[in-house]
């Protein structure tokens, strides 16, 4: 059909892509929590995890997040400042609200059913919905994330275009069987282990008879550019009182909710807001702290002070701190800056 481009699974030979796929998963995928059975519930907090931070934080933090918040119904009972601050030092605190409107909206409306109605959540897009319906409602679908992207445009030497998605889809999803969850966790696991961004480890990949990309892994699976990162400098006054320091909620989208110490004008070693004190003292407590799409130069100063806000014990605080403040506290109380 000129003009026309079809995708197609390449023509395999036995043993089927399923089949591939599954055996080598059986053995070498990882025992992880959010894969024995799951709830929605339970696929809702990995997969939105999962989505900012590394499996080897997230195995922490989902046991800890789900002991706070074990179901929708708990979730939807707190607050939406307790939900951000169980969230803290997972970063992108937007998601931590959605996932509190979305269990009141559950709690409300009752359990969504099928991607379409999943995705009419706060929070929820195309993958985190095919992802529940997989992983919790036993569907067929095709999960696809950044490394099921990658792994399955190498597979079918795909390269990036507009309907990626649609063409891997379409490629994909008359072969998966009809409860797709295990499928859908197989390729992520390849994606993770083998099928890597840089150096895929192509000899030690089950569906390498069958790859029409293993030639040339590099040219397939680089998604869209990453957009710049923002350099940004920050100065952050440590207030002391007696062995505690001031912290205040920030209000600026970014850090939302969270606490941290009060902030002045970049590059001056002045006072902020509502700080009196003096003198200032210069610390060596000086980091890169990276979010997504920023990177703040943090520096800290110390004043013995006074001024609005809430005191901490910093070797023990009663908030939740955001990332760059908590690793700024932690300076200071290695630094010996906290007792005078
Ligand atoms: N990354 C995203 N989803 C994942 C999952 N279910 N298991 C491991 N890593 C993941």
Redesign the pocket.
């Known amino acids: 059909m000129r003009g026309t481009k079809v995708h197609r699974m390449p023509a395999f030979s036995e043993p089927s892509f399923v089949d591939r796929l599954l055996g080598w998963y059986r053995q070498a995928g ?1 025992d ?1 929590p ?2 024995r059975s799951p709830t929605p519930y339970q696929v809702v907090v ?2 939105l995890m ?2 900012q931070t590394t ?1 080897a934080t ?1 195995l922490v933090r989902y046991s800890r997040f789900l002991q706070a918040f074990p179901d929708f119904p708990s979730l939807a009972s707190a607050t939406e400042d307790e939900v951000v601050a169980a969230w803290a030092g997972l970063g992108y605190y937007q998601r931590a609200r959605h996932l509190s409107r979305l269990a009141r909206q559950v709690e409300k409306a009752g359990l969504p059913k099928g991607e379409a109605a999943w995705r009419r959540l706060p929070g929820v897009g195309p993958y985190t919905a095919a ?1 529940i319906v997989a ?1 919790a409602e036993g569907g067929r679908t095709l999960a696809i ?1 950044v ?1 099921v992207r990658r792994t399955l445009s190498r597979l079918l030497a795909l390269k990036d275009a507009p309907r990626l998605d649609v063409a891997i889809r379409s490629a994909i999803e008359p072969a998966l069987p009809a409860d797709s969850g295990e499928v859908n ?1 197989a390729l ?2 390849l994606g ?1 282990l083998v099928c890597r961004p840089t150096r895929p480890s192509c000899p030690s990949c089950p569906l390498a008879e069958i790859c029409l990309g293993r030639h040339q892994p590099e040219l397939y699976g680089h998604g869209p550019k990453k957009a710049a990162v923002r350099d940004e400098r920050i100065q952050l006054v440590a207030v002391r009182r007696r062995g505690r320091l001031l912290v205040r909620q920030r209000t600026t989208r970014l850090l939302e909710g969270l606490w941290g110490l009060p902030a002045a004008a970049a590059g001056e070693l002045g006072l902020p807001d509502g700080v009196q004190g003096g003198p200032v003292l210069d610390t060596s407590v000086q980091f890169t702290h990276r979010f997504t799409h920023r990177r703040w130069q943090v520096r800290c100063t110390v004043v013995d002070g006074d001024g609005e806000g809430h005191w901490i014990d910093p070797r023990a605080p009663d908030v939740a701190l955001a990332g760059p403040d908590r690793r700024a506290v932690e300076m200071l109380v290695a630094g010996g800056y906290i007792d005078g």
């Open positions: 990882r992880l959010w894969r990995s997969e999962l989505q499996v997230a992802a992983f994330d490394n966790q992520i696991e993770a």
